[in-house]
């Protein structure tokens, strides 16, 4: 009975927040221009004075001369917009009501072109010129009142706290919508300011390449953003509706270059087979080991990491292992090389231990290097 009779409670506070408003002459929780652009001159004090932000001409001039194409073909290009570029080397970009938007020091030095930065640009100005914060405010007035009479009126302060989880849960919904949202009519704006507007969806391939391995510089931007394959989806969507011919998709976190083998003889009738990528040397093999030449066991090598690499290898997978001795190195379970004695003489270093930590560096440089360099 008592369940009963909270649950009719919160649905009588419900129609009073939702309808009263409705119904009046004057709403209160509409918000005018005037207003939204104090509130958003307010927070972007605190933001200012929080993380301080770059004056360098240059990059402000860069920053302008693109957000000043993008305002013009927005719904909104009557009001008055501020930019700035926070001091931070986070990569991330947020709007605040009426028109004051920041990009990161990280972002701007992050984005390879003006297109990729107008991709950005473009987003943000659709969630000024659509009032998605005016939108975020209005419902956080509703969920105010709506936790306040369910105080009054059931005097239980943990329905308040059941309250405040089911509204936090829509308001993470509400705002990836708007996300989603923000990049279809940003590559409308980008189209429309003559920007290409596949650069929205390169720089979504480099987010998502990148936060595997500078997780922490993006944390705060996938905290607020939906999924990167969910967005590169909405994206490619788009884009067939506007008519743009998009590039093939590409399988996630495959490594596009290949490990190469080289032989090397001497007068003397010795032989060493190298591996080499993006034309560095990897490691040099001087031992034949259980195969019939160095130049076969490298070629072996070679094609377990190539395979690897189409899998998506990254880093963090590599693993090097001591047993009976030998050093060796490990990718998912799945011996790579061993050290063998002619390896460590025919190099500059001492122990096994440390040919392994060269040979293990020089891969990793190599998939750094691809994923640096590699584009859509």
């Known amino acids: 009975m ?9 649905f009588t506070a419900l129609m009073i927040v939702l309808v009263i408003p409705l119904r009046s002459s004057a709403n209160m929780l ?28 240059a990059e402000l001039a860069r920053l302008h001369g693109i957000v000043d194409h993008i305002i013009e073909v927005s719904e909104r290009s009557n009001i008055e917009y501020h930019f700035y570029i926070v ?18 020091r990280g972002l701007m030095d992050f984005v390879d072109d003006d297109d990729e930065l107008a991709a950005v640009v473009s987003h943000e100005i659709v969630h000024v010129a659509h009032r998605h914060g005016v939108s975020l405010y209005k419902k956080s007035l509703k969920n105010m009142m709506l936790n ?7 005097r239980d302060p943990n329905v308040v ?46 987010l998502e390449r990148q936060s595997t391995h500078y997780p922490n510089l993006l944390a705060d931007y996938f905290d607020f953003h939906p ?96 047993a009976g001795g030998v050093w060796s190195l490990w990718v998912r379970n799945i011996k790579i090389v061993e050290v063998l004695p002619a390896d460590i003489e025919a190099s500059e270093r001492k122990t096994p231990e440390e040919l392994l930590d060269q040979w293990t560096d020089n891969l990793k440089k190599f998939l750094w290097n691809d994923f640096v360099e590699d584009d859509i």
């Open 2 to 10: 008592i369940a009963k009779y909270k649950i009719f409670l919160f």
């Open 30 to 57: 509409d918000v005018s221009e005037d207003k939204e652009i104090r509130m958003g001159k307010e927070a972007a004090e605190q933001v200012i004075n929080f993380y301080g932000v770059v004056d360098n001409p």
């Open 87 to 104: 001091n931070t080397k986070v990569v991330n970009a947020f709007a605040l009501p009426g028109g004051y938007i920041f990009v990161t």
């Open 148 to 154: 306040f009479l369910l105080l009054v009126l059931t």
């Open 161 to 206: 706290v059941a309250s405040q989880m089911v509204q936090q849960s829509k308001v993470d919904i509400f705002g990836r919508g708007a996300e989603i949202e923000a990049d279809t009519y940003g590559i409308r704006y980008m189209k429309k300011a003559g920007y290409n507007p596949l650069a929205m969806l390169k720089f979504f391939k480099k």
């Open 227 to 322: 999924p990167m394959d969910k967005r590169q989806k909405i994206v490619r969507n788009e884009y067939k509706k506007l008519g743009i011919e998009t590039p093939p998709e590409i399988p996630e976190n495959v490594i596009t270059e290949r490990v190469i083998v080289h032989e090397t003889c001497g007068d003397d009738g010795k032989c060493t087979a190298q591996l080499t990528g993006r034309k560095k040397p990897i490691m040099t093999l001087a031992d034949s080991g259980a195969e019939s030449s160095e130049y076969a066991r490298a070629k072996n090598i070679s094609s377990v990491l190539n395979s690897l690499f189409e899998e998506g290898v990254r880093m963090y997978e590599f693993k090097k292992r001591r």
